[in-house]
């Protein structure tokens, strides 16, 4: 993992996009991870030497980064991050698969390259959307909305908590692992007794953090269970985007522009 | 070890969620029937605190590279297998969406690799019964090395299987298996060495946390939940494979390759003969002839050939159109931008 300062910053970062204001902004959180949901199934679905037809997957990220106004060039960053880890795996596809598929000109493409490219468009379109649908609706909304179709409470509840407490927790990491390295020298004192004691004191303070939150809570009437706002109801224009982007993304799933529109440009070569 | 979605195929995915799924409502109502209202701030704050761990690095003994805490195993003997196992799914979601670490798809195949193993195996079946009711330093370390490292193999061979089920790497099941496991078992170590210091400690500083009593247990339960979610399990694959057959999946599709059957044809013949004369009229590479070496054996070649020529063609212009939209579309806005200013 990269520096926690880092971390934290992006974490900030990747929420304030969700404050912003634009007409996708006010789209209801169910219609937005249900849409998620359908792209990221229709790209998965594509076998894997059906390069092209993951080309006109792109309208969809690059309509709701254009529509909701998010900055490009952070969330291609934060996309990229995440590469290396598909490409360990997918580096393999190249030197396994070497059943020549195309031709095109002197270089002779295999099959393991064309597997390997897909899986880089794969991912970097299932990324872009996952990363979308927060900048677009921020944490909190988003589980009110997984709530509304059917997560259970204490899961909720749970991812809710998590993130309340996530700046608090990694800010008291970030302190310790600062006091830490300036007390050690050359990699000295990084070791795992120390690390150990580090690590249970955080524990420690952690749990005894927790006994107040929860003292505090039951001196508020806490009896077990939250209570979400569930005031926003399902809208026409929340319906529409649904709509839309699902039968936007089926058809291009099923009919495969990108062929239609070579075959259309080639002349039909078969 | 996170999965990424681009290597997993829906079928997979999807199963993999269903089970995850049972077992997050399970749990769920587990928590909730157990009435014990401390957990759930417990659990919140714990999840944050793995989060907050995972960013502190240590060196690794004898290596001098570095590594951070997983912390499932930690959080199965603090908080036992139920609420453990929502609090890593909780820890996952916010991974998956927030740091784009494996994926939407991919999450129910982490949850079930990263959580289930080591909160509802190696914890209650290892490490409860040879770490014991008052264990010695040695034993508690004995106990955490090895429940880590056979949580984390099984982890392993999870991502292993549903990669390879998956169909759209090409390692096959047992080099990705050879590739995975012996580093897993290196990590296990450190893991289990790291939660066998960290729960040291707190057996000196607070000895009452270690005594399990914060979670219901999950004992003889444990018969219904395995049934329940092999039952999902075979239900959700029976039906997912049922509807994806339509369309071929990256195993269905590698089969397809393997026997000769071609399926990479889109669907036939109405819309595109509907554009044929259009095609012949405006089209930029007629008659774009291509090498066919072995007349007999190139042919399927030949017209995957085609197909790749024409699909990356269209997939160059479809995606400049999608380029072209979202730069309209960014445009208009701020078009609209400029006249609020100017109001």
Redesign the interface.
């Known amino acids: 993992?990269r520096s926690?300062e880092g971390?934290l910053l992006?974490?900030r970062q990747?929420e304030r996009l969700a404050e912003r204001d634009?007409p996708l902004h006010h789209v209801d959180a169910r219609a937005k991870i249900l849409a998620?949901?359908v792209f990221?199934?229709c790209v998965?679905?594509l076998?894997?030497?059906?390069?092209?037809?993951?080309?006109?997957f792109?309208?969809f990220p690059?309509?709701l980064?254009?529509?909701g106004?998010l900055p490009v060039r952070y969330l291609v960053s934060?996309?990229l991050?995440?590469i290396p880890?598909?490409l360990v795996?997918?580096i393999?596809?190249p030197l396994?698969?070497r059943e020549?598929?195309?031709?095109?000109g002197p270089v002779q493409?295999s099959?393991?390259w064309?597997?390997f490219f897909s899986?880089?468009l794969?991912?970097l379109l299932?990324?872009a959307?996952?990363?979308i649908?927060?900048s677009l609706t921020g944490?909190p909304a988003?589980c009110r909305g997984l709530a509304q179709l059917g997560?259970?409470?204490?899961?909720v509840?749970?991812?809710?908590?998590?993130?309340?407490?996530?700046f608090?927790?990694?800010e008291?990491?970030?302190r310790?692992?600062l006091a830490?390295d300036q007390r050690c020298f050359g990699?000295k004192g990084?070791?795992?007794?120390?690390?150990?004691?580090?690590?249970?004191?955080?524990?420690?303070r952690?749990?005894e953090?927790?006994?107040r939150?929860?003292r505090s809570?039951?001196s508020r009437g806490?009896?077990?269970e939250f209570h979400c706002p569930s005031g926003s109801s399902f809208g026409v224009g929340d319906t529409l985007f649904l709509l839309g982007w699902g039968l936007l993304l089926l058809a291009i799933?099923?009919?495969?522009?990108?062929?239609?529109?070579?075959?259309?440009?080639?002349?039909?070569?078969? | 070890m996170h999965m990424a979605d681009a290597l997993v195929s829906p079928v997979v995915g999807g199963t993999m969620w269903a089970v995850s799924a049972v077992l997050i409502a399970r749990c769920s109502s587990r928590i909730k029937n157990s009435g014990n209202d401390r957990l759930v701030p417990l659990m919140g704050v714990l999840g944050a605190f793995i989060f907050a761990a995972q960013m502190i690095n240590f060196t690794i003994p004898l290596t001098g590279s570095s590594g951070h805490l997983g912390g499932g195993l930690l959080l199965a003997v603090l908080l036992g297998p139920s609420a453990a196992f929502l609090t890593i799914a909780s820890v996952l979601v916010v991974q998956a969406l927030f740091f784009a670490d494996g994926g939407l798809l991919a999450l129910g195949c982490n949850i079930f690799n990263l959580g289930f193993f080591p909160a509802f195996v190696a914890y209650p079946l290892l490490y409860k019964p040879l770490a014991g009711s008052s264990p010695t330093r040695g034993r508690l370390t004995a106990a955490a090395v090895i429940a880590a490292v056979v949580g984390l193999q099984l982890g392993a061979f999870g991502v292993v299987f549903e990669t390879t089920l998956s169909g759209v790497s090409s390692l096959s099941f047992s080099s990705f298996l050879l590739l995975m496991q012996p580093i897993h078992l290196a990590i296990g170590v450190v893991e289990g060495l790291v939660t066998a210091a960290v729960l040291l400690f707190v057996h000196r500083a607070r000895p009452e946390l270690l005594d399990g009593a914060v979670s219901p247990q999950l004992s003889r339960s444990l018969k219904p939940v395995m049934v329940t979610f092999l039952l999902a399990a075979l239900l959700t694959g029976a039906l997912l494979s049922w509807f994806a057959s339509e369309q071929p999946d990256g195993l269905e599709w590698s089969i397809a390759k393997v026997s000769g059957s071609k399926e990479l044809r889109g669907p036939e013949a109405g819309l595109h003969s509907g554009f044929a004369a259009v095609q012949e009229k405006i089209a930029l590479l007629p008659d774009y002839a291509f090498r066919k070496q072995n007349e007999g054996q190139m042919v399927q070649a030949g017209t995957q050939l085609g197909t790749s020529l024409s699909g990356i063609v269209g997939g160059t212009a479809t995606l400049l159109l999608a380029l072209c939209a979202g730069f309209l579309a960014s445009r208009k806005k701020s078009a609209l931008k400029g006249s609020d200013a100017f109001r």
Do not use: C
């Not at chain 1, 076998?47 to 006109?56: S, V, W």
């Not at chain 1, 020549?100 to 095109?104: G, K, P, S």
């Not at chain 1, 997560?151 to 899961?155: H, T």
């Not at chain 1, 007794?193 to 249970?200: E, K, L, N, V």
């Open positions: 993992m926690v971390a992006d974490f990747l634009s998620t949901l990221i199934i998965i679905s076998g894997r030497y059906q390069l092209a037809a993951l080309f006109p792109f309208i690059v309509v980064i254009a529509g106004g934060k996309i991050l995440v880890f598909v795996v997918g393999f596809n396994l698969d020549i598929v195309a031709i095109a493409i099959g393991g064309i597997s899986i880089v794969r991912s299932t990324v959307s996952a990363l649908l927060v944490f988003l997560l259970p409470k204490v899961f509840a749970q991812l809710l908590f998590l993130y309340r407490y996530l608090v927790l990694a008291e990491a970030a310790l692992k830490r990699g990084t070791g795992l007794a120390s690390f150990g004691t580090m690590i249970g004191h955080l524990l420690l952690s749990w953090r927790a006994e939150v929860y809570m039951l806490f009896a077990g799933r099923l009919y495969d522009p990108a062929r239609l529109l070579g075959l259309l440009l080639t002349g039909g070569v078969q």
